[in-house]
C-alpha cells in the first residue's frame, strides 16, 4: 500500500486527492499539512511513501524545501503539484530531488497515476528536454529574490540595504552578480525576468 500525504495551502487539492483514493487498492491517503514546518513534522510522523506537495506554500516556495530536504532517496519520492510551468521552477524541482513535476491543472487520473508511478522509482516530469531543462534560468537564491523583491516594488538601493539589513556595497554587489548570470542590463528587466519566471510568486 503506498501511503500518500498532500502538502498543500488550498483546501480544495487536498479534498480531491483524498476523495480520489477513497477505497482506492494501492494508495492510502494518511494526511495533509498546509506549510513547510507542518508538512516536515506530517512526514517525519507518518512515514509516507510519497508527499504530494505544492511549490509555493504560504507565499514562499516551500516545496523546493521539501524536496531538498526529503527528495532524491533521502525520504518518500516528492512530487510537485504547481500552478508554474516555467523552466527554472522545474530546473529547481528537478535538482532539489523531486521525484516529479505536475501542473494544477492536470486530471486527477493523471496525478493518481503519477503517484502511483514515482513510488515505484520512476519519475514524472513534463516533456521538456533535458537541454530545456539545462538552459532554463536558475533560481536566485532566497537572498537574492528578496532584493528582487524590493528592487521591484521600486525600492532604492539604500531602502533594499536597510529592509536586509546589509550595507549598500553588499546590494551593489547582489545587483550586478544578478546583472551578469541573466544578462540583463537594468532593474527593470530584472525585475521583468523575475516576474516572467514566477520567483516573486503572487505578488511584489
Not at 85 to 106: D, I, N, P, T, V
Not at 157 to 175: F, P, R, Y
Not at 194 to 200: D, P, Q
Request: charged share 25%.
Amino acid at each position: 500500500m503506498i501511503r500518500l500525504v498532500v502538502v498543500d495551502d488550498h483546501p480544495a487539492i487536498a479534498a480531491a486527492v483524498a476523495e480520489a483514493t477513497r477505497g482506492h487498492p494501492t494508495i492510502e491517503f494518511v494526511g495533509r499539512a498546509i506549510d513547510v514546518a507542518d508538512g516536515i513534522a506530517l512526514v517525519e510522523e507518518s512515514r509516507p511513501d510519497v508527499v504530494l506537495c505544492d511549490v509555493w506554500l504560504r507565499g514562499e516556495p516551500g516545496g523546493l524545501e521539501l524536496a531538498r530536504r526529503f527528495g532524491g532517496g533521502r525520504g518518500p519520492a516528492i512530487l510537485m503539484l504547481s500552478g508554474f510551468e516555467q523552466a527554472s521552477f522545474l530546473r529547481s524541482a528537478f535538482e532539489s530531488g523531486a521525484a516529479g513535476y505536475l501542473s494544477k491543472a492536470a486530471e486527477l487520473d493523471e496525478i493518481i497515476e503519477a503517484v502511483i508511478a514515482v513510488a515505484g522509482g520512476e519519475t514524472r516530469f513534463p516533456a521538456v528536454t533535458l537541454r530545456a531543462l539545462r538552459d532554463a534560468p536558475r533560481r536566485p537564491s532566497p537572498r537574492e529574490i528578496e532584493a528582487i523583491r524590493l528592487l521591484a516594488r521600486g525600492s532604492t538601493n539604500d531602502e533594499i540595504a536597510t529592509s536586509l539589513g546589509i550595507s549598500i556595497k553588499t546590494v551593489e554587489s547582489h545587483l550586478r552578480r544578478l546583472f551578469g548570470r541573466y544578462g540583463v542590463l537594468s532593474r527593470t528587466e530584472l525585475a521583468m525576468l523575475a516576474v516572467r519566471e514566477g520567483w516573486l510568486g503572487t505578488e511584489t
